[in-house]
């Protein structure tokens, strides 16, 4: 399993588990962050943080330390 921050610009994974608080748990179970959600990464800020990700149709930018939260199995291009 990889941390989400890991993946690089067009790369895809799968989420396995979500380790958040709950407040902050809640938001991205709003934003679509669930068990079995594909999430790429679509771009990188100039400095690496935060990154964007296409999450369920949708592009939505996440901090690193917010990322790294996000257990992603295989990644895939």
Do not use: W
Not at 21 to 50: H, M, N, W, Y
């Amino acid at each position: 399993m990889y941390k989400l921050s890991k993946l690089k610009i067009g790369e895809k994974g799968k989420v396995v588990s979500v380790n958040a608080q709950e407040d902050l748990l809640c938001r991205f179970i709003d934003i679509g962050i669930i068990d079995g959600t594909i999430i790429k990464c679509v771009a990188v800020s100039p400095q690496g943080d935060p990154k964007a990700y296409l999450i369920r149709g949708a592009t939505i930018a996440l901090r690193n330390r917010d990322a790294q939260l996000i257990e992603v199995g295989d990644i895939y291009v």
